[in-house]
């Protein structure tokens, strides 16, 4: 069983940067892939990022690659998302989950926080 937990959200201009963690109990964390997905209202759930369990071979979607960046810290039990150049189009609730292996499906993820929101707008 693992429980997360985001912070970090908030509302920054167009062209800001942010950085969500998500804090995991449970002494596996290190054996799950992890993932940041988002949501705006009216919209599906969608991909964002994900990591192995060792944080190598991350993936993207291609909407925020380049911009964006996760990284996770097995010894401190988080994830994190680097948010560069925020576009008014990456407002969302953004969630972490995890998976026992990594996927950009939400169906295949088993655990899930509660969401963080990110506010884009000048």
């Known amino acids: 069983q693992v429980q997360l937990v985001e912070s970090g959200g908030g509302l920054v201009q167009p062209g800001d940067s942010l950085r969500l963690s998500c804090a995991a109990s449970g002494r596996t964390f290190s054996t799950y892939a992890m993932g940041w997905f988002r949501q705006a209202p009216g919209k599906e759930r969608e991909f964002v990022a994900a990591?192995?369990?060792?944080?190598?071979?991350?993936y993207y979607a291609d909407s925020v690659r380049g911009r964006f960046t996760i990284s996770r810290d097995n010894a401190k039990n988080t994830v994190s998302l680097q948010m560069n150049s925020l576009k008014p189009e990456d407002t969302a609730v953004y969630y972490c989950a995890a998976t026992k292996f990594i996927a950009t499906n939400p169906a295949q993820y088993n655990y899930w926080g509660q969401g963080t929101q990110v506010t884009v707008s000048s």
């Open positions: 990591t192995t369990w060792s944080g190598r071979s991350p």
